[in-house]
């Protein structure tokens, strides 16, 4: 598929989504709230003032954090408008949601101390492009955590990425690979920015944190 109608895909998937996505018949998306906790504990280790949420969904991640550091400010940053939607519902005063492509981030350069992608990264037809608009846009030592599904065995790997993405697309998910280790060192590098860490944890869960220096 082009990578339009990948994001076609993403978009109608959660719209469908968006009502009951923090809901307790969240379905598949409840995966992504494992994730909370260790993007917190990352957190914890610098400071920052400014935070993107890179494909934020309804602001969950977004939530727990201006409850946490409510002097901070926080930006999300969603595909899809339904998403945003719910988002801005919630009223978290020192946030703003923008409708947008995280391949092209719709913001000035060194705009970030911290960006966050929680199970979104699997959807970006380009990711390549998203790396060079997280280099754009964070300043100086910021970071980048980074958390999605992935795994360091090539059969497994090649099996997602041939027989279950090709699925999720058929049932209306815009689904595109599973990222790697090597396709996350490559684009960093091209990027010109450093891997800090790069971990599968439980759960075939990738956490990677990328600095700008």
């Not at 929680?118 to 970071?143: E, I, T, W």
Request: with cysteine.
């Amino acid at each position: 598929m082009k990578n339009e109608e990948y994001k076609k895909l993403s978009i109608a998937e959660f719209t469908k989504a968006a009502g009951r996505y923090e809901s307790n018949h969240a379905g598949i998306y409840e995966m992504c709230k494992k994730d909370y906790p260790d993007i917190l504990a990352e957190l914890e280790k610098e400071p920052f003032r400014e935070l993107l949420d890179a494909g934020c969904g309804p602001a969950p991640m977004i939530s727990l954090l201006s409850e946490k550091y409510p002097d901070r400010h926080y930006t999300g940053l969603d595909l899809t408008p339904a998403m945003i939607e719910q988002a801005k519902k919630k009223d978290i005063q020192n946030a703003t949601f923008v409708v947008g492509d995280c391949e092209n981030f719709p913001f000035e350069n060194d705009s970030f101390d911290a960006i966050i992608c929680s199970m979104s990264f699997h959807h970006y037809p380009d990711p390549q492009a998203f790396f060079d608009s997280v280099k754009r846009c964070l300043r100086p030592n910021g970071r980048l955590i980074l958390r999605d599904v992935t795994s360091d065995n090539k059969v497994l790997v090649w099996l997602m990425n041939t027989l279950e993405m090709p699925l999720a697309n058929i049932c209306g998910h815009g689904d595109v690979r599973v990222p790697t280790r090597d396709v996350v060192m490559k684009c960093c590098r091209r990027a010109g920015l450093k891997v800090e860490k790069f971990e599968i944890r439980k759960g075939m869960r990738m956490h990677c944190v990328v600095r700008k220096q």
